[in-house]
């Protein structure tokens, strides 16, 4: 059996979704495939923050910007895929005063808009924060549910024409007289297509598929945990207002919190080991901002791995690695037709997608321009049947699977 779907895109995380919605809209002929459920890679097992930017302000102001113009789109288009939680960054008596001030002024040198917030001020706002608070600011940060994010996008790219079909693993990709010309997918498609255009999505596992035809890629990946704990009542997501760090965020869901994270080189991202050190950890350093977490009943833990593109990375903890994409075009390594959309962060998706689509689409003489930013996504406005959704595409990945089909309440 062979078909040839003018574009195929591998692997079905949010980018991958993102980029086949984009290209559905568009008018293009798409077909997406991935190994597992939707989600199932990186987008489902991180700890589901909305950016406002504030992060990276100071170190990389271009990627702040970024992920605030695209926290504003996503409030505006995606609907229950998402929540307007809020965030405090927070300085303990130890931590330093200068860098706490830095942040602040880089995040407004950004645009980020933020409320300076005393003692006083801080602990009226989130009760329960740690005796060693001594100042805080706000920011617009919030909360993704990616397996409801990547789902919306699925359905949105299926309902312009696209093909989806998880539990279709790549098998092999074939490069021939220097360009892509077929990709055996097994699974649910059991079939070679010939695709003009082959868009390797898969985030840290793009090596696989680039092995596969022939190229180089150079990803760093990270793993870092994630521990959900039972507590209900804390609405602001927290960030410790520090150099990057082992257990340095709290993001609120809905009767638990997510505690996050290690930074922690792997060479295989489907193998490797996990610690009991990492889990202790992030409890014990989140606790330094919120004590009542270091206590409450543990729901369940879980690893990502980051999909750092760093083919000179030589660092040990992989923190210093820009969270900024990269769209390699393998025409230059002999494999015309194939491309890697590598690195980023959930936040960012919609943008590394329509970055992608418009070098696709120049390729392939297609002149429409995208409409993503702009059009909500597929049901965002109905979460019971984005749980449906979720549900038909795999299930609920780890990171949200205490909202994704929880019952409504009373």
Same mark, same amino acid.
């Given at each position: 059996?062979?078909?040839?779907?003018?574009?195929? +895109?591998?692997?079905?995380?949010?980018?991958?979704?993102?980029?086949?919605?984009?290209?559905?809209?568009?008018?293009? &002929?798409?077909?997406?495939?991935?190994?597992?459920?939707?989600?199932?890679?990186?987008?489902?097992?991180?700890?589901?923050?909305?950016?406002?930017?504030?992060?990276?302000? @100071?170190?990389?102001?271009?990627?702040?910007?970024?992920?605030?113009?695209?926290?504003?789109?996503?409030?505006?288009?995606?609907?229950?895929?998402?929540? &307007?939680?809020?965030?405090?960054?927070?300085?303990? &008596?130890?931590?330093?005063?200068?860098?706490?001030? !830095?942040?602040?002024?880089?995040?407004?040198?950004?645009?980020?808009?933020? !409320?300076?917030?005393?003692?006083?001020?801080?602990?009226?706002?989130?009760?329960?924060?740690?005796?060693?608070?001594?100042?805080?600011?706000?920011?617009?940060?919030?909360?993704?549910?990616?397996?409801?994010? *990547?789902?919306?996008?699925?359905?949105?790219?299926?309902?312009?024409?696209?093909?989806?079909?998880?539990?279709?693993?790549?098998?092999?990709?074939?490069?021939?007289?220097?360009?892509?010309?077929?990709?055996?997918?097994?699974?649910?498609?059991?079939?070679?297509?010939?695709? @003009?255009?082959?868009?390797?999505?898969?985030?840290?596992?793009?090596?696989?598929?680039?092995?596969?035809?022939?190229?180089?890629?150079?990803?760093?990946?990270?793993?870092?945990?994630?521990?959900? +704990?039972?507590?209900?009542?804390?609405?602001?997501?927290?960030?410790?207002?520090?150099?990057?760090?082992?257990?340095?965020?709290?993001?609120?869901?809905?009767?638990?919190?997510?505690?996050?994270?290690?930074?922690?080189? *792997?060479?295989?991202?489907?193998?490797?080991?996990?610690?009991?050190?990492?889990?202790?950890?992030?409890?014990?350093?989140?606790?330094?901002?919120?004590?009542?977490?270091?206590?409450?009943?543990?729901?369940?833990?879980?690893?990502?791995?980051?999909?750092?593109?760093?083919?000179?990375?030589?660092?040990?903890?992989?923190?210093?690695?820009?969270?900024?994409?990269?769209?390699?075009?393998?025409?230059?390594?002999?494999?015309?037709?194939?491309?890697?959309?590598?690195?980023?962060?959930?936040?960012?998706?919609?943008?590394?997608? @329509?970055?992608?689509?418009?070098?696709?689409? @120049?390729?392939?003489?297609? !002149?429409?321009?995208?409409?993503?930013?702009?059009?909500?996504?597929?049901?965002?406005?109905?979460?019971?049947?984005?749980? !449906?959704?979720?549900?038909?595409?795999?299930?609920?990945?780890?990171?949200?699977?205490?909202?994704?089909?929880?019952?409504?309440?009373?």
């Amino acid at each position: 059996m062979s078909d040839g779907p003018t574009v195929l +895109v591998i692997g079905g995380g949010a980018t991958g979704t993102g980029i086949a919605r984009d290209l559905a809209i568009r008018g293009v &002929d798409v077909t997406l495939v991935d190994r597992g459920g939707l989600g199932s890679g990186t987008s489902g097992r991180s700890h589901g923050l909305l950016h406002s930017g504030a992060r990276y302000a @100071e170190a990389d102001p271009e990627g702040a910007r970024e992920c605030l113009e695209e926290n504003r789109t996503l409030r505006a288009i995606a609907g229950g895929c998402v929540r &307007d939680t809020g965030g405090l960054f927070v300085r303990l &008596d130890g931590d330093d005063p200068e860098y706490f001030a !830095e942040k602040i002024a880089a995040c407004e040198e950004v645009g980020i808009e933020t !409320e300076r917030l005393d003692e006083a001020a801080v602990r009226e706002r989130v009760p329960g924060l740690a005796d060693e608070v001594a100042e805080a600011f706000a920011v617009p940060d919030g909360v993704i549910y990616p397996s409801r994010l *990547v789902a919306a996008n699925a359905a949105d790219a299926e309902r312009h024409g696209a093909a989806v079909h998880p539990h279709a693993p790549v098998e092999d990709v074939t490069v021939t007289d220097g360009a892509v010309d077929a990709v055996r997918v097994g699974g649910a498609v059991d079939a070679t297509l010939t695709p @003009e255009v082959v868009v390797n999505a898969t985030g840290a596992w793009a090596d696989a598929i680039g092995e596969m035809a022939g190229v180089e890629i150079g990803m760093a990946p990270s793993r870092g945990v994630m521990v959900s +704990v039972a507590y209900d009542g804390l609405e602001p997501v927290l960030n410790r207002c520090r150099d990057p760090d082992d257990g340095d965020i709290v993001v609120p869901h809905d009767g638990e919190v997510v505690l996050g994270t290690t930074s922690v080189p *792997v060479s295989d991202p489907d193998d490797y080991e996990t610690a009991d050190w990492e889990v202790e950890r992030s409890v014990e350093e989140c606790a330094a901002m919120f004590p009542a977490v270091a206590d409450a009943p543990e729901v369940r833990r879980w690893w990502g791995v980051r999909p750092l593109y760093a083919p000179d990375e030589a660092g040990q903890n992989r923190r210093g690695i820009s969270r900024g994409f990269t769209l390699l075009d393998h025409e230059r390594d002999g494999a015309t037709g194939l491309y890697s959309v590598v690195g980023g962060k959930l936040t960012t998706y919609r943008r590394m997608a @329509e970055a992608t689509v418009d070098e696709v689409c @120049e390729r392939l003489g297609v !002149e429409a321009a995208c409409e993503t930013a702009a059009e909500p996504l597929a049901h965002a406005d109905d979460p019971e049947r984005l749980d !449906e959704l979720v549900a038909a595409y795999g299930g609920p990945n780890p990171t949200d699977s205490d909202v994704v089909g929880a019952p409504a309440d009373d």
